[in-house]
T-cell receptor, first 109, second 115 residues
Framework: EDQVTQSPEALRLQEGESSSLNCSYT??????LFWYRQDPGKGPEFLFT???AGEEKEKERLKATLTKKESFLHITAPKPEDSATYLC??????????FGKGTRLHILP | GAVVSQHPSRVICKSGTSVKIECRSL??????MFWYRQFPKKSLMLMAT?????????EQGVEKDKFLINHASLTLSTLTVTSAHPEDSSFYIC???????????FGSGTQLSVL
């Protein structure tokens, strides 16, 4: 069954405490994996697209990596303004897209 | 700036009325647009995939006659919630696929409240 699973469901960190969010997938014909940030009451904001295993992308305190089974979103020295829900989505065969349920990240000052 | 515009951002309507939500791609042609529904603190639930010039593909459990989707041009898709009821109250979000840049951009969402 095609599936995208994100973990943990929720994460509370102290400001400056680095961590990683996981997005594991079981689909065939992966064409791209997307990471988004979503603030309450707003649409998701695009962060990264990863296309193939071994690829990495960085933006400020965020770094996304991809393997054949999962992707990680590493957050280094997070700040309170990084608090949000982080969503991953997988684009695969026949233009299908599946979203994970997201990780709610809360950074404490 | 925003590359996908969604309008309106918030709408309150009476039970039994219909509501139309627009989704426009601003600087690219979107042959495919997606419509999602989101409940509080839950992830996005894909409702339907809209292809320009053809009928939308609905996900299992989504009523076609209830949620009418029209994708008449390469930059505009609309979702009409017909005969809205309180249980249709939700946050609706659209996204548009930019094939050239292989990115999926989202609208800012529409909060629908049916009284």
């Amino acid at each position: 069954e095609d599936q995208v699973t994100q973990s943990p469901e929720a994460l509370r960190l102290q400001e400056g405490e680095s961590s990683s969010l996981n997005c594991s997938y079981t689909v065939s014909g992966l064409r791209g994996l997307f990471w988004y940030r979503q603030d309450p009451g707003k649409g998701p904001e695009f962060l990264f697209t990863l296309y193939s295993a071994g690829e990495e992308k960085e933006k400020e305190r965020l770094k996304a990596t991809l393997t054949k089974k999962e992707s990680f979103l590493h957050i280094t020295a997070p700040k309170p303004e990084d608090s949000a829900t982080y969503l991953c989505a997988v684009l695969y065969r026949d233009d299908k897209i599946i979203f994970g349920k997201g990780t709610r990240l809360h950074i404490l000052p | 700036g925003a590359v996908v515009s969604q309008h309106p951002s918030r709408v309150i309507c009476k039970s039994g009325t219909s509501v139309k939500i627009e989704c426009r791609s601003l600087d690219f042609q979107a042959t495919t647009m997606f419509w999602y529904r989101q409940f509080p603190k839950k992830s996005l639930m894909l409702m339907a995939t809209s292809n320009e010039g053809s009928k939308a593909t609905y996900e299992q459990g989504v009523e076609k006659d209830k949620f009418l989707i029209n994708h008449a041009s390469l930059t505009l898709s609309t979702l009409t919630v017909t005969s809205a009821h309180p249980e249709d109250s939700s946050f609706y979000i659209c996204s548009a696929r930019d094939r050239l840049r292989e990115k999926l951009f989202f609208g800012s969402g529409t909060q629908l409240s049916v009284l």
